[in-house]
């Protein structure tokens, strides 16, 4: 039955229907052709969905779009400005330190896209031209789901159960996000210096950079409260989620004075229509993993692993080359809801910590977000922006090789996840 089922999805995905709908079809094919009663499929789709920490998602989704809105992303991008100074390459950085900040409240990298494109993307255009600066967009936009709070990997830990920890894997995050967001940086200091882009943007100042600094301090305070909250147990994701909301109204309203009541209507619009993309993938996937499970798949899938290595680290790149190639075709959110039930318990019985497979997990199909043919990101900014698919992706390409090599560096050396929620634990 399990074969019928992935071939119903298969089907209606090259025939063009939305993912969410196309893991409908399979999953009433699956009940046609089982003896599983039909009145299931709203009763696994109801429970699926009906989730506290599921409401985390739309919520930092929100916040993310009132600080857009609110003209709190401007005050980041100037403290950004005064941080990284007068270098080769500057605007690029600044990009990148801008959505790495901007992660640490929006956790998607859709939203972030939209936020770049439309902030920075013009200046950025000016001095470099279309292609990298697109590319520069891409690369700081996928550093959302890596930092926490990461909508990804509230999914994870919502799918893989009490066995992995929200607030641990927030942690886990900590030392690659730093890692790869400074590698990011590098390389657009090494591709100006390569191309002889000028050097641009005003000499560091100790004066300019506390101005700065006490600008934005309301700004900057927002994600070390929610952040900090979750990760010392204050408050869950969720309501963590809810206080970055009520944290970002007033400065938008009263601080920058840039949100207005008006505003309001459009960003929870914008905020239900994404969160709502990923509820409907949630309930018809939870009807298609049970219909996998109940024709004991996870259990099959297991056995061929066991058979094929004993090793956890083989096992983790047997896993990292699947997930390379169903992120290249398959929606993130749709991988993860069926994927996780079938991969996170062989994890554990191969010994290998919850917490680690799960940021391994969610890294490898975030940087299929930036990979074609379905690389969500790059259609974003293409859409935004105009830029040619082709070229896009080749200037992508080094940021690309990138987190593949940070993956790997944490499948051999798994302390980079593993120390710090350790640390905490101990």
């Given amino acids: 039955m399990s074969w019928w089922v992935m071939a119903f999805f298969l089907i209606a995905g090259l025939l063009g229907m939305p993912l969410a709908f196309a893991l409908g079809v399979a999953a009433i094919g699956g009940l046609w052709l089982s003896d599983v009663d039909f009145n299931m499929l709203p009763q696994r789709m109801m429970t699926a969905v009906n989730s506290f920490p599921l409401m985390a998602i739309?919520?930092?989704?929100?916040?993310?779009?009132?600080?857009?809105?609110?003209?709190?992303?401007?005050?980041?991008?100037?403290?950004?400005?005064?941080?990284?100074?007068?270098?080769?390459?500057?605007?690029?950085q600044v990009a990148m330190l801008a959505g790495a900040i901007l992660s640490l409240v929006s956790g998607t990298a859709v939203s972030d896209a939209a936020a770049l494109s439309s902030t920075m993307g013009p200046a950025l255009k000016k001095q470099y031209g279309l292609g990298f600066s697109t590319a520069v967009i891409a690369a700081s936009a996928n550093l959302g789901p890596i930092i926490p709070p990461s909508a990804a990997m509230i999914v994870y830990a919502y799918l893989a159960g009490s066995s992995v920890s929200i607030a641990?894997?927030?942690?886990?995050?900590?030392?690659?996000?730093?890692?790869?967001?400074?590698?990011?940086?590098?390389?657009?200091?090494?591709?100006?210096?390569?191309?002889?882009?000028?050097?641009?943007?005003?000499?560091?100042?100790?004066?300019?950079?506390?101005?700065?600094?006490?600008?934005?301090?309301?700004?900057?305070?927002?994600?070390?409260?929610?952040?900090?909250?979750?990760?010392?147990?204050?408050?869950?994701?969720?309501?963590?989620?809810?206080?970055a909301v009520v944290f970002a109204l007033p400065i938008g309203f009263f601080v920058t004075r840039e949100l207005k009541l008006s505003?309001?209507?459009?960003i929870l619009y914008r905020s239900a229509l994404m969160s709502g993309v990923v509820a409907a993938l949630i309930a018809f996937a939870s009807t298609v993993t049970f219909m996998l499970t109940v024709d004991l798949l996870p259990q099959q899938l297991a056995q061929w692993t066991r058979s094929i290595t004993t090793?956890?680290?083989?096992?983790?790149?047997?896993?990292?080359?699947?997930?390379?190639?169903?992120?290249?075709?398959?929606?993130?959110?749709?991988?993860?809801?069926?994927?996780?039930p079938l991969f996170h318990p062989i994890a554990l019985a191969y010994g290998i910590d919850p917490t680690l497979f799960a940021f391994l997990f969610v890294l490898n199909l975030i940087i299929g977000m930036m990979t074609p043919p379905v690389g969500?990101?790059?259609?974003?900014?293409?859409?935004?922006?105009?830029?040619?698919?082709?070229?896009?992706?080749?200037?992508?390409?080094?940021?690309?090789?990138?987190?593949?090599?940070?993956?790997?560096?944490?499948?051999?050396?798994?302390?980079?996840?593993t120390w710090l929620p350790g640390l905490m634990r101990s």
């Fill in 263 to 266: 505003d309001l209507p459009e």
């Fill in 376 to 417: 969500v990101v790059l259609f974003v900014i293409q859409g935004m922006t105009g830029v040619k698919m082709g070229e896009l992706v080749r200037e992508c390409l080094p940021f690309i090789v990138s987190q593949y090599l940070l993956l790997l560096a944490c499948i051999f050396f798994p302390k980079l996840v």
């Fill in 168 to 243: 641990a894997l927030f942690v886990a995050a900590a030392i690659p996000s730093v890692i790869i967001t400074v590698v990011f940086m590098f390389q657009c200091w090494w591709i100006a210096r390569k191309r002889g882009y000028p050097v641009e943007g005003e000499p560091f100042s100790l004066a300019r950079l506390g101005r700065e600094t006490w600008r934005a301090s309301l700004s900057l305070a927002l994600p070390i409260v929610c952040i900090g909250g979750i990760i010392g147990g204050v408050f869950t994701a969720t309501e963590g989620a809810a206080i």
């Fill in 311 to 340: 090793d956890p680290t083989i096992f983790l790149l047997l896993v990292a080359v699947i997930l390379l190639v169903v992120g290249m075709f398959l929606e993130s959110n749709a991988a993860y809801i069926m994927l996780v």
């Fill in 58 to 92: 739309p919520l930092f989704m929100v916040a993310g779009e009132l600080m857009i809105k609110g003209g709190i992303m401007g005050q980041m991008v100037a403290f950004a400005n005064a941080l990284v100074g007068r270098v080769r390459g500057g605007l690029a």
